[in-house]
């Protein structure tokens, strides 16, 4: 017998995302559509494609004449060349590494053992991104360089000094897709994590962690692709042992005026950093962040 | 100006949200759309207003076909659950929008906001922003913003969900004087609330599952409907499933007197009674059962009886002495007061 | 909350300062300690002067001072059209479309600032545009590499944007182009100045690619900065790098007066 209430709750048909009541275009005009969007993608190409093209025009094209992949052998061939590409690619790996470890450590304190002032720590993040890297590197001079206070051992002209700036700067890159992830985690389940008898290390590894997982890995790629473009802070150690591929770059360009071997060094650059921003977009679209 | 579907036919993705519709309002003709959620009303309201293109079939205004018409070129005046008040815009604006956007004379701007901030009861808010109104207040602006450009039709999706129970009735109240003071107008109203639909429109079209299942005055569907969804759906139904004999139906072997219009005997059937016409105690086309959930709804008792396997509500008066739990009890109603509905799928 | 005995909190705080101290606060306060001090041999700067400041804020200084604002102004603002007419194309694309869009547009983020610096310079070094040696190859520069946050920030502002506004619009008659101007852009302002302002402090810290291209007449503060510290000046590149820093904050202090102003109506 059907038994049929007042103001009954029918649950017939399909399910349909939301009757169709939102998201739908005035219309399709796909023609008018793409004839708008030709503007910026015009000047996006004449001021950024193009120049990329002629980047890697130039690296095929040495002084002598013709066109020949010489510059690509001997940049490859050099071992500064080798030398840089290892550099950069394990600074950046270590460095993603700390920042997030760092990252995670931090904010999971802001987030959830608050303490008076936590807010301000956070505003303090978003200002500190609007700074430039190479402030972080000036500090560390005073600190740590020649006639630092910690004393003149050489460790901001090794890697290990460009590491720890790096670190120190990129670490907000982390932590703020984390607090804003930790702002959406429900404070209920912790509590009945905790009301379970779950203790705080479990509590994180179980619930906190498998929250923050596509937050991490957003900004863990950003931080690594940043990481592998980051020139300010290698250049202002004035390090002669520490050279990475935008430095290899700016050296061949400017100051040997070698610029079929800086556009040969800049594509190879420019690959790594595209393929793993690639790689980042696809991981971060996957994780639904 | 009426408005008329024909035919009309929406898909998104191959998808169909809309199945061949074909209904036509009259010109100041209140009609509700009333339906469940993903029934396909609210996408007939967007088709009419232009947000979404038909897959076949046309939409006509006023015997116009606008279906190849932009949505601004339609002048239909539309207000939705949300309001959509532009928040940067005061109400005076907000109002105004739609009479700059078609560069009319500043000094008859001034005079339609003020007529229709008059008519909303709006007038004492014109300077405010939205942000400083309550939700019936926005609704009334989100009204005399819509009905500021004279519209031809106004559509009106879902427009009093957003608002609590108390306001709500007092707004059904509001909407009613409007359609009075404003005879001319059409007015499409979209809603899942059978209240709402009973109380302000002229005809409802019950829809479901993308198709319309009924369309009539709320009396015809109330007093006679004509499918088991319908039955159910505008107003609360006992629907049994029986089969017909000569002189009515036979309910697991209990005749009850009805009229059967000419049903074929032996056929299997559903019959509908409404709660409130079914009575405690002796009477004809008497019900015996066993009482297995009461409700108390202050004017009234709800019980639920079972009836030889099927549940029967019936809204009594409120009773002094409430019959208790598993007592044994006859339910009964008059023979004109059951309509036969085809046998069909069992709803709920 | 996730610890709850009293000194597992104060373990935690403990641990927080000491990373966050060291790490975050120093670095900034070490730049200004430096910048008012004439020696640091000791485990605080000695010396107290303004010296530095007076030298940061005239001249030289000065001159980059204006050069920094007015490359980020104008690059922002450049960045900024740039960024929300294709945003706002992209919104009306098909999806398939639209992706490319988005792609295409976030490119600048994951090419390294070096190579768009030498990519810069050069195309435009050679005819038909001949840009190498003015202020507009620096603003060139900029404009392409915060273009991808101004459309990054924009887009996400316009899928959150309520579609039932622009309906609404349309519904009471108003062309796409009025909707445009009278609802959407408004809508957006907030967003708007939110990403004028990361635009606007991005450019103005921006060293990779201005090194590779800046002329000696149009020099901004970093490369100021990178002067000082690389002849040995480190006081004076502090004071010059404080003078960065706050005219950046002043900057985005003021944009976001405006931007609270924008959502409160």
Not at chain 1, 264 to 269: F, I, R, S, T, Y
Request: hydrophobic residues 50%; glycine residues 8%; positive net charge.
């Amino acid at each position: 017998m059907a038994e049929v209430v007042g103001n009954p709750k029918v649950v017939r048909g399909r399910a349909r995302p939301r009757g169709g009541s939102r998201k739908s275009k005035t219309g399709p005009r796909p023609f008018g559509a793409l004839a708008w969007a030709l503007p910026p993608v015009a000047a996006l190409v004449l001021f950024f494609l193009y120049p990329l093209a002629l980047v890697v025009r130039q690296s095929l094209r040495p002084d002598t004449g013709g066109t020949s992949l010489q510059a690509y052998a001997d940049v490859f061939a050099s071992e500064a060349f080798r030398h840089a590409l290892w550099t950069t690619v394990w600074l950046a790996l270590a460095a993603t590494a700390g920042c997030l470890l760092l990252g995670f450590l931090l904010a999971l304190v802001i987030a959830f053992v608050p303490f008076p002032g936590a807010r301000a720590v956070a505003r303090f993040i978003d200002v500190y991104l609007s700074f430039p890297s190479f402030l972080i590197t000036l500090a560390l001079l005073f600190l740590y360089g020649g006639t630092g206070v910690v004393g003149s051992f050489q460790f901001l002209t090794t890697p290990w000094g460009v590491l720890l700036a790096e670190v120190t700067y990129f670490t907000p890159f982390v932590m703020r897709p984390l607090l804003a992830a930790f702002a959406q985690l429900d404070t209920a389940q912790l509590e009945a994590a905790s009301s379970l008898g779950a203790r705080a290390p479990r509590i994180v590894r179980r619930v906190i962690l498998p929250e923050a997982l596509p937050a991490l890995a957003a900004g863990g790629s950003l931080v690594l692709v940043l990481c592998l473009n980051e020139f300010g802070i290698v250049l202002f150690t004035g390090a002669k042992g520490v050279t990475t591929l935008p430095m290899l770059v700016y050296g061949k360009a400017i100051l040997e005026s070698d610029y079929p071997g800086a556009c040969a060094v800049a594509v190879v650059n420019v690959l790594i950093s595209v393929g793993l921003y690639g790689l980042y977009r696809v991981v971060s679209r996957r994780a639904g962040a | 100006m009426g408005i008329r579907f024909d035919s009309v036919t929406v898909a998104y993705d191959g998808n169909v949200v809309l199945d061949s519709l074909d209904l036509t309002v009259e010109p100041g003709e209140v009609m509700a759309l009333l339906g469940p959620s993903g029934s396909g009303k609210t996408t007939a309201l967007r088709a009419v207003a232009g947000f979404v293109r038909p897959a076949s079939g046309r939409v006509y205004l006023g015997g116009e076909d606008v279906t190849d018409l932009p949505p601004y070129r339609r002048g239909i005046g539309m207000v939705v659950q949300s309001y959509a008040l532009f928040p940067h815009l005061r109400v005076d604006e907000n109002v105004a929008f739609g009479l700059k956007a078609r560069r009319t004379p500043k000094g008859e701007i001034r005079q339609r906001v003020a007529e229709a901030l008059e008519l909303t009861g709006m007038a004492g808010y014109a300077r405010r922003h939205p942000r400083e109104l309550s939700g019936g207040q926005q609704q009334r602006v989100a009204i005399a913003r819509a009905l500021a450009i004279r519209p031809r039709v106004l559509l009106l999706d879902e427009p009093l969900s957003a608002l609590d129970a108390r306001l709500r009735s007092g707004m059904l109240t509001e909407l009613a004087r409007l359609h009075r003071e404003l005879p001319d107008v059409s007015m499409l109203y979209v809603t899942h609330d059978q209240v709402e639909a009973l109380t302000l429109a002229d005809r409802i079209a019950v829809m479901d599952s993308a198709r319309l299942r009924a369309c009539g005055t709320p009396r015809e569907l109330y007093r006679a409907p004509t499918d088991a969804f319908t039955a159910s759906f505008v107003g609360g139904a006992n629907l049994v499933p029986v089969t017909v004999t000569a002189g009515g139906v036979s309910l697991a072997g209990t005749e009850l007197k009805l009229d059967t219009a000419g049903a074929a005997v032996g056929a299997r059937a559903t019959l509908c009674v409404r709660p409130h016409l079914v009575g405690l105690g002796e009477g004809p086309n008497r019900l015996p059962g066993t009482v297995r959930e009461i409700q108390w709804r202050g004017a009234t008792h709800r019980l639920y009886v079972e009836v030889d396997g099927h549940t029967v509500m019936a809204d009594v008066r409120e009773l002094k002495a409430p019959p208790a739990l598993g007592d044994t009890v006859d339910l009964h109603f008059a023979p004109d007061d059951g309509v036969l509905l085809p046998a069909g799928v069992s709803h709920g | 909350m996730l610890v709850h005995s009293r000194k597992a909190r104060w373990a935690a705080w403990a641990v927080f300062l000491v990373l966050f101290l060291p790490l975050f606060a120093l670095p900034l306060l070490v730049i200004l300690g430096a910048s008012f001090a004439t020696h640091w041999s000791g485990a605080l700067p000695s010396g107290p002067t303004l010296d530095h400041y007076r030298s940061a804020t005239r001249g030289e200084a000065l001159q980059a001072l204006t050069t920094s604002l007015v490359t980020a102004v104008a690059a922002s603002l450049l960045a900024l059209t740039a960024g929300t007419w294709a945003a706002l194309a992209g919104a009306a694309l098909r999806k398939r479309h639209r992706r490319v869009l988005d792609a295409l547009f976030v490119l600048p983020v994951a090419v390294p600032s070096v190579v768009v610096g030498l990519a810069v310079l050069v195309a435009f070094s050679q005819p038909p545009l001949l840009l190498n040696g003015t202020r507009w190859i620096v603003i060139t520069a900029h404009t392409v590499l915060v273009t991808a946050f101004a459309h990054q920030s924009v887009s996400a502002a316009l899928t959150r944007l309520d579609p039932a506004y622009e309906q609404a619009a349309a519904s009471l008659g108003a062309r796409p182009a009025y909707i445009l101007f009278r609802v959407r852009l408004p809508l957006l302002l907030p967003s708007l100045t939110a990403a004028a302002g990361l635009c606007f402090a991005l450019s103005m810290g921006e060293l990779s690619a201005t090194m590779m291209l800046y002329p000696p007449d149009w020099t901004p503060l970093p490369v100021l900065v990178y002067a000082a510290t690389d002849r040995g000046a480190l006081f004076t590149g502090s004071a010059v790098a404080v003078v960065l820093m706050a005219a950046t904050l002043l900057v985005l202090f003021a944009v976001s007066r405006v931007r609270t102003r924008a959502s409160y109506r």
